[in-house]
């Protein structure tokens, strides 16, 4: 399975210090308040779970299971495969996600927590690739920037693999003309 990456992106100590620095920011601003964190499953799961280890006030967490529908036109269309179990009415909400690429799972996932009535609405992400916008969508909380290149681990996938890897890599090109 390791055989099968090319290039390191981001080693385990670099994630670690990024999720460090993030938990010590979102702490901070969320003092007084409970936030409730979202996972977008499944690419969230090593993500969120190391976040919340560093998380030190109160919160709690829900997860849904989402894809965007990649149409032909702009508005994208938000397919829900698990559904949130919370009324989030009134809530301070933190969407936690593994990459913003395009950005329009999170616009729309966005949109349907305000249409919600949540209070307020934060995106933390681990990495962030710029070169991959269509739809105008910025994250609050970023770990890492990352080329315009499909990387893999630490929660994203390749057809479903590659989740487990504890660092974040690109594949070798000989993986995808399999
Ligand atoms: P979006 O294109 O910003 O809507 O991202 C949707 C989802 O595509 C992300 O949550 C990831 O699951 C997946 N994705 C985007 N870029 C990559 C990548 O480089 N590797 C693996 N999955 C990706
Ligand atoms: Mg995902």
């Known amino acids: 399975m390791v055989n ?13 210090e990024h999720v460090k620095r993030l938990g010590k920011q979102i702490t901070a601003d969320y003092q007084n308040k409970e936030p409730v964190f979202i996972g977008l499953l499944k690419g969230c799961n090593p993500f969120m779970m190391d976040l919340l280890k560093q998380i030190k006030t109160y919160c709690s ?13 702009s508005t994208g269309k938000l397919i829900i495969n698990q559904d949130l ?34 209070r ?26 990352v080329p315009n290149e499909f990387v893999v681990g630490y929660g994203l996938d390749y057809n479903e693999r590659y989740r487990n890897l504890p660092f974040i890599g690109v594949l070798k090109e000989e993986i995808y003309s399999k």
């Open 4 to 16: 099968d990456i090319k290039k390191v992106s981001l080693t385990e100590e670099k994630i670690a």
């Open 61 to 73: 967490v829900e997860y849904m299971d989402v894809s965007s529908y990649n149409g032909t036109s």
């Open 85 to 118: 179990k919370t009324n989030i009415s009134g809530k301070d909400v933190i969407i936690v996600d593994d990459i913003l690429d395009t950005g329009r799972t999170l616009l729309e996932v966005k949109k349907l927590l305000t249409s919600r009535g949540a």
């Open 120 to 145: 307020s609405i934060k995106i933390c992400v681990l990495l962030n690739k710029p070169e991959g916008r269509l739809v105008p969508i910025e994250a609050d909380y970023i770990g890492d920037l």
